[in-house]
Each structure stands twice: as structure tokens, then as C-alpha cells.
């Protein structure tokens, strides 16, 4: 039986229109829906293959997804707008910047519909090991498969400057240590996206409390 620590954490709920999330933004994407841009036939063909939604509801969604984007992309500069309305006073921007990972699946600096739908469907109905593996890329600054000291720090630092309850209540150096630690099961110097899933499957202690954080930034308030 798998631990239920996503589970708990409402991350099994069907949640409506697939607002995995931060509700702001999903809010910001709805209005008019005036644009006429066809989705290209092999991303519906994708998307109901590798999800169960149906076309349809991907035709619904997407006209959705182009209020705020009519050219079918999210840039970083909006991305990074967007985030912001769900934390007032907060900085993001750093932030922003590792949540993005998850989405820019192809590296082009834009997320497209397709990318947009994945991660929103994997967080909804994903497994655990699914959706750690999405979350995984948060922690992966230079996308190399692998999580470093270096990189753990920065997370860690980036993550409480949005938790305004903990930010000076914590040692930051030493959750980062201590979260590594727990992950870096060979004790190689680095983690690889397996030690990162088995660490937080296990419900270790910091491993659980740094992914939880990021799995709030997608649940609805």
C-alpha cells in the first residue's frame, strides 16, 4: 500500500476544471473567449491518449487557456504575473522561476497548452510517484537529472521567502542539510530523481515538509 502522505493532502480529490493550480491563476484564465487559434490535431490526439479527458472538455479547456493567451503560450513574464496574485507582498520571482521547470517540458522558454494540461492532469489523477516526479523538476535548477547541495539550498531559501509564517523561524542552511541528507540515500553527493521519490514516499521528515510546501503552492485555498 502506498503511503498517503499526497494523498491526505488532498492531492487525490477531483478537483473541478482541473484547477491544480494556484486558484488565481486559473481565475485569471477566464473570460472571453474570443480567440480562434486551432489546437493542433496531434496535441488533442496526445492528451486524450495519455489522459482520460475528452475531447470535448480539451476543446473547453483550451478555449479557456487562450483568454489570457491568444498566441497558446504562456511566457515567463506572465507566468511570473500570475504567481505573484496568489502571494500579495511575497516576492516570487525566484519562485516562479522553479515552478516553471514543471511545466517547460521542452525547454523553450514558453508553456504550451499541452505542457499546461499534463502537469494540471498529473497533480490532479497522477499517482504519488507521478506527481513526485513532476515535483522533482522544482528541485532540478540545471535540468540534469540530479539534485545537488547547491541546488537544495537555493529551493529551500526560495520556498520560505513565500512562507512568511516560518521565514525567520527557521534555519534555513540546516532544513537543507538535513532534507539532502535524508534524500541522498548512497551518499554520493547528489541526488537522483528515484532517491527523491523513495525519500518522500517514506514520509521522511524534512523531505515531507519541503514537498508538501510546493504541493500548497497547487492546492486550492
Given at each position: 500500500?502506498?503511503?498517503?502522505?499526497?494523498?491526505?493532502?488532498?492531492?487525490?480529490?477531483?478537483?473541478?476544471?482541473?484547477?491544480?493550480?494556484?486558484?488565481?491563476i486559473y481565475r485569471s484564465l477566464v473570460g472571453n473567449r474570443n480567440?480562434?487559434?486551432?489546437?493542433?490535431?496531434?496535441?488533442?490526439?496526445?492528451?486524450?491518449?495519455?489522459?482520460?479527458?475528452?475531447?470535448?472538455?480539451?476543446?473547453?479547456?483550451?478555449?479557456?487557456?487562450?483568454?489570457?493567451?491568444?498566441?497558446?503560450?504562456?511566457?515567463?513574464?506572465?507566468?511570473?504575473?500570475?504567481?505573484?496574485?496568489?502571494?500579495?507582498?511575497?516576492?516570487?520571482?525566484?519562485?516562479?522561476?522553479?515552478?516553471?521547470?514543471?511545466?517547460?517540458?521542452?525547454?523553450?522558454?514558453?508553456?504550451?497548452?499541452?505542457?499546461?494540461?499534463?502537469?494540471?492532469?498529473?497533480?490532479?489523477?497522477?499517482?504519488?510517484?507521478?506527481?513526485?516526479?513532476?515535483?522533482?523538476?522544482?528541485?532540478?535548477?540545471?535540468?540534469?537529472?540530479?539534485?545537488?547541495?547547491?541546488?537544495?539550498?537555493?529551493?529551500?531559501?526560495?520556498?520560505?521567502?513565500?512562507?512568511?509564517?516560518?521565514?525567520?523561524?527557521?534555519?534555513?542552511?540546516?532544513?537543507?542539510?538535513?532534507?539532502?541528507?535524508?534524500?541522498?540515500?548512497?551518499?554520493?553527493?547528489?541526488?537522483?530523481?528515484?532517491?527523491?521519490?523513495?525519500?518522500c514516499l517514506a514520509q521522511k521528515k524534512f523531505s515531507t515538509m519541503l514537498t508538501l510546501k510546493i504541493?500548497?503552492?497547487?492546492?486550492?485555498?
Amino acid at each position: 500500500m502506498k503511503p498517503s502522505f499526497l494523498t491526505s493532502h488532498k492531492l487525490s480529490k477531483p478537483m473541478k476544471n482541473y484547477k491544480v493550480i494556484p486558484t488565481l491563476i486559473y481565475r485569471s484564465l477566464v473570460g472571453n473567449r474570443n480567440s480562434k487559434l486551432p489546437l493542433p490535431e496531434e496535441d488533442i490526439e496526445y492528451l486524450e491518449k495519455t489522459t482520460s479527458v475528452n475531447k470535448a472538455q480539451i476543446d473547453t479547456q483550451y478555449q479557456i487557456f487562450l483568454t489570457n493567451h491568444p498566441d497558446g503560450q504562456i511566457s515567463k513574464k506572465s507566468f511570473r504575473s500570475m504567481l505573484a496574485d496568489c502571494f500579495p507582498g511575497a516576492d516570487t520571482s525566484r519562485l516562479s522561476k522553479h515552478i516553471w521547470r514543471m511545466y517547460d517540458t521542452n525547454l523553450d522558454g514558453f508553456i504550451d497548452f499541452r505542457e499546461f494540461m499534463m502537469v494540471l492532469y498529473v497533480m490532479s489523477y497522477g499517482s504519488p510517484e507521478d506527481n513526485l516526479k513532476q515535483i522533482f523538476r522544482v528541485f532540478d535548477i540545471d535540468n540534469d537529472g540530479k539534485i545537488n547541495p547547491a541546488e537544495m539550498n537555493r529551493i529551500v531559501k526560495d520556498l520560505l521567502k513565500v512562507d512568511k509564517g516560518n521565514e525567520n523561524n527557521m534555519n534555513k542552511e540546516a532544513l537543507a542539510r538535513s532534507a539532502f541528507n535524508e534524500m541522498d540515500e548512497n551518499e554520493d553527493g547528489e541526488i537522483s530523481q528515484e532517491e527523491f521519490t523513495n525519500a518522500c514516499l517514506a514520509q521522511k521528515k524534512f523531505s515531507t515538509m519541503l514537498t508538501l510546501k510546493i504541493i500548497d503552492i497547487f492546492l486550492e485555498k
